[in-house]
């Protein structure tokens, strides 16, 4: 039903969330894209997954009490990329793809004849979205096909869904400019009245709500945010047919917007109370909206306290229009549902709640907040009492940990001058220049998968686990040396997750059994959760780096993970500062060095491909963390002597604004994605005076595409031409376990034949 805005009033709802995971609850998603795209099976039975998840996710909502249903919400990849297909934005090299499904995958992943879009993270989480590409060329045009049969599908089932869109500010903001193009931003007159066409559109169909997430607005990284609000939404809501306008922030504080926001027509304004703050809210003018209120953590897996976010509630009565309760951000980012998770002791139980309980808290206290707290007392005072039982558990406050944290002085992650160091570790290694090496996985392959399965089940024992292990280490070492590259590496078999494979060996940690969550297209993690103090019992990789050793005539790189990235790929503790649980992680890491020195490891590499990824997505508050990011690094990474070589890698991301902390992680080497986004990073790493070793990845490993020798040699001169040879490490961008023994053999055999090129 189309609405005349001058006499528009919006249709009343008291709970929601500003979306849901897509993945499925056994990711049945995963399973029916890689079948699609492995030739498996046909569109069909895709698409008949699709419908059937959706429809799923529609009734669990509508099952719990949650009374506006948001739609479009499925991806078969990506949300961001989806709104590059919505407004005819896909780059000229994947429009000569015709099937448009097709032209999708190609765009995500990359095919034969096309080189995939980039990925980065969604702002501060560990999703990753399709980077769009704007340039001059691009048309813009609307092609509303997919969020409307996503509502018609709603209707159809008897649901008033509310569809989601990426809004025009943030789809601009972070899409990329190609061949020197202006920034998208200024694009934004071309967008905007796209989106008013979609308003129509979406009225005519008879929606009575649309959210337009616009998370963008809680940073302060882009300039005018505010004034841009205002025009943008101020034009929508001025849209002569449309349904009420609901604009969505999440992840942060919107303060500078909120106010501009409620200058224009739309009727409400979804703002996230657990990273943000209710005072900014209360003071924005947003008396005549409707204000969609996070205060239930839609990122984190701890149970609300819900007395507590019943005051924030209260807090606002009076002070806006009206309130409507809701998840911080979609629950997109943790997992389904707690149920089936019969590993946990009831302790740490009652601490949770996933998916489908974060949705019973919101309804709750929809309910709370309507009718008063006696309403809700039963779920109330559970809530009370479970999380009572936090402040005094042991295994959180554990005297040996507190007492090594107090000790800590800065001698404890400072090492030697880079330059003596790198004296003594050339002497001992002597590695050719352009030295070659991997960044730690090889495939898992489905006998690896088989294998941890069987011993998960109790069909194989230990003994045989490792069996199968070491025989994948042998090959792994054998498919190196036979390819020819200079440091080794062990494969990593023994990993189902380079987080979660330590998470399950550290006490503090607690590892999900089907807690996964999306990561990028159909790559799902399984997040472990960091609930208490961190102590190590026992070495975690020792044995597996010494069998790899013994097997290798060249040295083997130990492989860890850091402290910050276990911390960002983990749901973790909130009852301290992030920067004393970085701290108690880098003191096992660092035992973990030593151990691995002890047993003849001349290198140790420590991954921190997540250190962007938890920067502050507000300016002020980046100094702090980076501050303790590296601390915690230098921890984990001092505690060995000068001739140990450490490398750390670090992707997924532009490393532009934390390139001066990637230079203080003092890192002997330091590999780098750098291969999609050809190389900028080696001219910013130039820009701060970074004197230490670099390997910027020469390949895309991404994709499944082999890159050919002089494809590579190309990417390799480039690099030559910021660094010269005897900084230079050659390797691909990432791990290699999501490829196939086949592609890495020939992707590696023509890296090596680029280096021996150059050289
Ligand atoms: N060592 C890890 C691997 O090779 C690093 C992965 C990553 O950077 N995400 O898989
Ligand atoms: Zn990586």
Redesign the pocket.
């Known amino acids: 039903m189309s609405v005349d805005t001058t006499t528009h009033t919006a249709q009343p709802f008291t709970a929601t969330v500003p979306g849901t995971a897509r993945i499925g609850a056994n990711r049945e998603l995963k399973r029916a894209v890689e079948a699609y795209w492995a030739g498996r099976s046909d569109r069909a039975a895709l698409e008949a997954v699709a419908v059937d998840l959706r429809a799923t996710s529609r009734r669990g909502l509508t099952g719990t009490g949650i009374d506006s249903v948001p739609v479009n919400t499925f991806s078969y990849y990506d949300q961001v990329l989806d709104t590059a297909v919505m407004l005819g934005a896909l780059p000229q090299r994947v429009e000569a793809i015709s099937d448009p499904l097709d032209r999708y995958f190609a765009a995500a992943r990359g095919s034969d004849d096309v080189t995939p879009l980039e990925m980065t993270k969604w702002f501060d989480t560990n999703y990753h979205y399709i980077v769009p590409e704007i340039g001059p060329d691009t048309a813009f045009t609307l092609d509303a096909t997919r969020v409307l049969t996503e509502l018609a599908e709603a209707t159809a089932d008897g649901v008033d869904g509310r569809p989601v869109v990426v809004g025009p500010i943030t789809f601009l903001a972070l899409s990329k400019a190609v061949d020197n193009a202006a920034a998208p931003l200024t694009r934004l007159d071309e967008v905007v009245p796209l989106y008013v066409d979609l308003l129509g559109r979406l009225a005519e169909a008879g929606a009575q709500w649309v959210q337009i997430d616009e998370p963008i607005l809680v940073t302060d990284t882009v300039e005018n945010l505010p004034a841009l609000a205002e025009s943008v939404y101020s034009t929508l809501s001025e849209a002569r047919s449309r349904p009420s306008i609901l604009v969505q922030t999440y992840f942060g504080d919107a303060r500078e917007s909120l106010g501009a926001l409620g200058r224009t027509g739309v009727e409400a304004v979804g703002v996230d109370l657990v990273a943000g703050g209710v005072e900014s809210v209360r003071s924005a003018g947003l008396g005549g909206k409707i204000v969609v209120a996070g205060v239930v953590d839609g990122r984190n897996v701890w149970r609300t306290d819900l007395d507590a976010a019943l005051g924030v509630l209260e807090s606002l009565r009076g002070s806006v229009g009206s309130l409507v309760v809701s998840t911080s951000c979609s629950t997109l980012h943790v997992p389904y549902t707690l149920a089936g998770e019969d590993g946990l002791d009831n302790t740490l139980r009652g601490w949770l709640a996933f998916a489908s309980e974060k949705h019973a808290e919101v309804v709750a206290l929809a309910r709370a907040f309507a009718n008063g707290r006696a309403d809700q007392a039963d779920v109330f005072d559970a809530a009370a009492t479970a999380l009572a039982s936090r402040a005094d558990d042991p295994r959180l406050h554990v005297d040996a940990v507190r007492a090594r944290l107090t000790a800590l002085t800065s001698a404890d992650w400072t090492r030697s001058d880079s330059a003596a160091r790198r004296t003594v570790q050339d002497a001992a290694l002597n590695l050719p220049t352009l030295a070659t090496t991997t960044?730690?996985?090889y495939p898992q392959t489905t006998d690896i998968r088989k294998a941890r399965q069987a011993l998960r089940t109790g069909t194989i024992d230990a003994a045989e686990y490792t069996h199968h292990m070491q025989a994948e280490i042998a090959d792994v070492i054998a498919l190196q040396e036979q390819v020819g590259l200079d440091v080794l590496v062990h494969g990593?078999p023994e990993r189902n997750d380079?987080v979660q494979y330590f998470a399950e060996q550290l006490d503090g940690f607690f590892a999900t059994v089907n807690g996964w969550v999306q990561s990028y297209g159909s790559r799902c993690v399984r997040p472990p959760i960091l609930f208490g103090d961190v102590v190590r019992p026992a070495p975690m990789t020792v044995d597996w780096f010494a069998y790899a050793q013994s097997l290798a005539s060249k040295p083997v790189k130990g492989?860890l993970t850091g402290p910050v990235t276990i911390l960002a790929w983990s749901f973790v503790r909130d009852d301290q500062p992030l920067a004393d649980t970085a701290k108690q992680v880098a003191l096992a890491i660092r035992d973990e060095t030593v151990d691995l020195e002890q047993s003849g490891a001349a290198i140790i590499q420590v991954?921190e491909?997540a250190l962007r990824e938890l920067l502050p997505l507000r300016a002020a508050d980046r100094a702090a963390y980076l501050d303790w990011a590296v601390t915690a690094f230098r921890l984990s990474t001092a505690g060995v002597g000068d001739a140990t070589q450490i490398h750390t890698?670090l992707?997924y991301s532009e490393f532009g604004e934390v390139i001066g902390a990637i230079a203080d992680l003092d890192a002997d080497v330091t590999s780098i994605e750098a291969a999609r986004s050809h190389m900028e990073v080696l001219a910013d790493l130039n820009g701060i005076g970074f004197a230490n070793q670099v390997g910027p990845g020469v390949y895309d490993i991404h994709s499944p595409r082999v890159p050919a020798a002089d494809e590579v040699t190309a990417s390799l001169r480039e690099a030559l031409a910021a660094v010269p040879a005897d900084r230079l490490w050659v390797n691909p961008d990432?791990?290699l376990?999501t490829r196939t023994t086949g592609e890495v053999t020939e992707a590696l055999t023509n890296m090596v034949a680029a280096a021996h090129a150059v050289r």
């Open positions: 960044i730690g996985s990593e380079m492989m991954d491909p890698h992707c990432c791990g376990k």
